[in-house]
């Protein structure tokens, strides 16, 4: 897991912290289906977040975020800059980020839901899956909330001058024959804050590194120690 393994390596005075959510897309016998929103997980996210940074709140803040996360990351960010007047303890989240890196994640498309419905769908099938659609569209936001969330966003980027750097993905995916999300799609188009670079592999693979040495690693690096020298 590079983040543990690699991240001391380039700032060894990082603190690591992971999220994970499952989303459980598939109707398997005898297991729960998940019912929870990215609204549900980015919130959650959230609170938990806050809660392990509560013996230093000011503490500087990179995201890193692959895939349908970026969308987790952004939403979390928007709830936390709305936590002015009340909950205002976890308001410091938004205080604190200096800077996001994502990987292939898909920002927009003319039909925001559609669009990320169709890029779930890609994304579960190159890992074996096949989704259940109507449990994807439960879990992801409607078209009208999406470019809500995407303006919302690039404003607040803009404002608070985070140091965004966008992955994307290079390859595609052998059994798509595709990209899962192309080039116009992993781009926020805020060329004053944003960087964008290819990874040279395909959406799975790009957040996977062989080690230090790695040529793609490198340039993750580099980005990561841009952000947080600045």
Partial sequence: FWPQELLPEILPTARVL???????I??????????ATI?????DFLVALEAERQDDPPRPILFIA??????????MLRRSSGCLSAQTHLHAIFESTIGIVFFGTPHGGASPHG?????????FK????EANESIINGLLPNSERLRELTDCFGTMAEQRKWIIHSFQELNRVKI???KVVEDEASRLNIPAIEVTEHICDDHMGMSKFSGINDPEF????????????S
Avoid: M
């Avoid at 598939?26 to 019912?35: I, L």
């Avoid at 692959?66 to 939403?75: P, T």
């Fill in 18 to 24: 992971t999220y994970g959510y499952d989303t459980k």
């Fill in 26 to 35: 598939q109707h398997v016998a005898d297991r729960p289906v998940s019912t």
């Fill in 39 to 43: 609204y549900d997980i980015a919130w």
């Fill in 66 to 75: 692959h895939s349908l996360g970026g969308i987790v990351v952004k939403e």
């Fill in 115 to 123: 669009f990320l419905v169709h890029i779930a769908k890609k994304f």
């Fill in 126 to 129: 190159a890992i074996g899956y």
């Fill in 176 to 178: 798509l024959r595709q």
């Fill in 218 to 229: 490198k340039k993750v690096a580099a980005a990561l120690r841009r952000i947080t020298h």
